[in-house]
């Protein structure tokens, strides 16, 4: 397949532009900035829609339906026992889940080798389900990075309880901690893929960093989730 790269530059452009404005608007997961700045810095690559993992209470009949599913509440960082209680009162329509995800990083390589590497780099990460997702002369090599952490509890129906409020926080607990581990793997692929990334530096996404996000670009994943987090470096020494 030969590479349009006038097309995939343009697009190199427009999705590293959206990544400005989300995180002016505030619609971009902080904690994934250290990567995406990595990535984007390298000539060869960009990144589309990505996440660097969540806790998510959905109303449905199932969790993983998106079709008449409402969001009860989504968080980026850890759940508070009063957010949990508040979410679990919420008057449901169908059943209400708590879902925990790991991260999922979107990118586009304009070389098969490097996207082959940097497959190999996330699966010894613990990013076991990624591929390769799609091949294009204006797209590129498109790959999909996940950890496959997914995991969801019913916690109550229209009628019933099916977890008792007084034990809600255990699944505060165990979610953040599951959350965490994502966090953690997050961290792992950014100290990974920074051995090899970035190799051929993209001037222009380049000087927009060091004019917007010098701090940031120094920062790792985990640090800025402790941030976010409020969580103080001692603290964080000890999880």
């Not at 969540?54 to 009860?72: F, K, Q």
């Not at 989504?74 to 949990?84: A, F, G, I, V």
């Not at 990974?192 to 701090?215: F, M």
Request: proline letters at 3%; charged letters at 30%.
């Amino acid at each position: 397949m030969k590479l349009d790269i006038d097309s995939w530059r343009k697009r190199k452009r427009a999705f590293w532009n959206r990544i400005l404005e989300d995180l002016e608007i505030g619609y971009l997961d902080k904690d994934l900035l250290p990567l995406l700045i990595m990535l984007n810095l390298d000539a060869r690559i960009y990144t589309m829609s990505s996440c660097s993992g969540r806790i998510t209470l959905v109303d449905g009949d199932n969790p993983w339906s998106r079709e008449d599913t409402a969001v009860v509440f989504k968080k980026h960082t850890p759940l508070t026992q009063d957010e949990m209680a508040s979410a679990y009162r919420v008057k449901v329509a169908r059943k209400l889940w708590i879902i925990v995800t790991g991260p999922i990083i979107h990118l586009s390589t304009s070389q098969i080798s490097l996207a082959l590497r940097i497959l190999e780099m996330a699966r010894k990460e613990g990013y076991k389900h990624s591929g390769i997702m799609h091949l294009s002369r204006s797209k590129g090599v498109l790959l999909e990075l996940s950890t496959g952490i997914w995991v969801s509890q019913l916690l109550r129906t229209v009628e019933n309880p099916v977890i008792a409020e007084e034990d809600l926080g255990i699944i505060v607990r165990e979610y953040n901690r599951i959350l965490l581990e994502g966090k953690k793997r997050l961290n792992r692929l950014h100290s990974s893929l920074k051995q090899i990334i970035p190799e051929e530096l993209d001037p222009e996404v380049e000087k927009q960093v060091n004019e917007k996000l010098t701090l940031m670009k120094n920062k790792t994943p985990l640090q800025v989730f402790y941030e976010l987090a409020g969580i103080s470096a001692e603290q964080a020494g000890q999880r």
